[in-house]
Structures are given as C-alpha cells and as structure tokens.
C-alpha cells in the first residue's frame, strides 16, 4: 500500500504537503481548513464526471489524510521536522472521508444565520460593506440594499445615517442620486421590496405546512391546489362571457356579406383611380395639358 506522500505524489505530483494545498507553512489551522475545502470541492467526487469518479475518489481520500495531518499537533510537529507522517499506513482513517468532510464543514442552520447576522449589524464589516456598496453603486440605494447582507427597506433610515455620516466625514462623495432620491424610485423599490415579503411569507408558510404532512398528503394537496386553479379560471371565463345573450352571437353570414361590400368598394376606388390616370396620360400625349408657371 502507497504511503500518503507517494499519494500525494502520484495524485498531486507533489510530496510536500503544504504545496499540495498551496499555502505556507507557517499557515494557521484557518487557512488549512479553507484550502483544503477550496481542493476538496475541485476534485468531490458528486461533481466530475461519472468516467472521472474513481480518480476523484482517491484524491478526496488524500487530501482528507492531508486535511487529518496538519491539522493535528503532534502529527504536524512530526511532519515539519522530520518529514514523517505518523500512521501513514492506517487507511482505516480514511475509510470515512466523506464522513469527515461532513464533520468538518455541517450544513449551515437558520440559526447559524441568526447567530451571524447578530454578530455582523452594526459591526465594523458591516460599516465597510455599506461603504464598498455605496462607492460601487454611486450612491444607489438598490444597489447598496441587493449587496449588503441582511439590510432591508426597512433599514432605510440607519443606512443613510450611516453613508451620511462618511460623507460628512469626506470618506466617500457625495451622490446626489443618494441624497436626493426620486421619489418615485423610492416608491418603486418599497413597492417591490412589499410583493417579495409576501411572497417569501407564503412560501414559508408552504414549506412549515408541507413538513407537518406525510408524502401522499403532499401529493393530494398539490392536487387539490391545480383543481382550485382550474376552477378559478373557469369561474372568471363564465363570468366574463356567460351572460351573452342570442343578440351577442356572431352572424357569420352578415359578417361575410359586409366583407365582400368592403371589398368590392376597395376594387371600384382602386377602377376609378386607375381611370383617371389613363385619362391625364391621353391629354399629355395630345398636348393639352400645359405646365405650370414659376412663380
């Protein structure tokens, strides 16, 4: 069985780990773990092709060895000495990578979000965020709104107190488009922002509803819903057009009667015009038609 660094070798055509995962060797644990899931997500077996798989496998599983490595003391220490990787020959370690990976990055949570967002409104990245939006969208507050994480319409009034406050402290221009804004821009955003609100509402309610139920129920309830669309079109056609009496049925034969009146006077107008050219045509020919004089 191959040791890790004839792996990394064979894998990676290199034997230093470090340079595997392209970062110096004084990196901290940090920067391991990012590049390693920065690799990792190269060569994850979920996301090459199916004739590539196999390859992939075995890079994933190095580079989970490597990942186990550096980012152990004692096992680090070793390495950086000696060059030596303890219990190099234990693939049991690597028999559960994807395991590992699991472990390593979880699945973000609602409340991991919640947690975040508390720790950045307010916080100097946030303010550095805001001041990189407000340059980058020349003081466009939908630009500044879409970019910044977690800032709504209705952090309107705090978001300008903030960009006015670097203005006044000749940090950033001022953009007129910021400080004097259309009011009809204004409107159309809050008009948006509105429709979105409730849409995400009612789709929230949706999912909470949907894991409350078991498959079949969520079937049927889909059902249900076309069956109540269909019913609500038909409902708007028949009150729409199901009052029509006899008098609002269409007469064919009278339209097509009207129609052959129509066309039948377009031919003679067409006759009548194509006389009268003919007509100034003979009296040219005869000399009768003199030409005007210049004024």
């Not at 079937?219 to 409902?235: A, G, H, P, V, W």
Request: charged residues 40%; hydrophobic residues 30%.
């Amino acid at each position: 069985m191959p040791s890790l660094l004839d792996s990394c070798e064979k894998y990676f055509n290199t034997r230093n780990l470090y340079e595997l995962l392209e970062i110096p060797k004084e990196s901290l644990e940090k920067d391991i773990k990012k590049a390693y899931y920065k690799i990792s997500l190269k060569v994850h077996p979920d996301r090459v092709p199916e004739e590539d798989k196999e390859i992939a496998t075995e890079k994933f599983k190095v580079l989970a060895k490597v990942h186990q490595v550096l980012t152990d003391q004692n096992k680090r220490a070793l390495y950086d000495e000696q060059g030596v990787i303890e219990n190099d020959e234990d693939e049991g370690s690597l028999s559960t990578w994807l395991e590992l990976w699991k472990k390593i990055f979880k699945p973000i949570t609602t409340e991991d979000i919640e947690n975040y967002e508390k720790e950045y409104v307010g916080s100097d990245l946030e303010r550095a965020d805001i001041k990189k939006a407000y340059l980058g969208g020349k003081g466009c507050l939908n630009h500044i709104i879409n970019s910044v994480p977690f800032i709504a319409v209705e952090d309107e009034p705090r978001l300008k107190e903030i960009v006015q406050e670097m203005i006044d402290a000749e940090e950033v221009p001022e953009f007129k488009i910021f400080t004097n804004e259309p009011a009809a821009k204004r409107k159309r955003r809050h008009q948006k922002y509105a429709r979105e609100k409730l849409e995400s509402d009612e789709l929230k309610k949706r999912i909470k509803q949907s894991t409350n139920l078991t498959l079949e129920q969520q079937i049927m309830k889909r059902q249900e819903s076309r069956q109540n669309s269909f019913t609500s079109l038909m409902d708007k056609l028949i009150e729409k057009y199901g009052d029509e009496d006899d008098d609002d049925v269409v007469d064919f034969d009278a339209l097509e009667a009207k129609s052959k009146k129509k066309i039948k006077k377009v031919v003679e107008k067409t006759n009548n015009k194509k006389s009268t050219t003919k007509a100034k045509e003979r009296l040219v020919r005869n000399g009768k038609v003199k030409k005007k004089k210049a004024d």
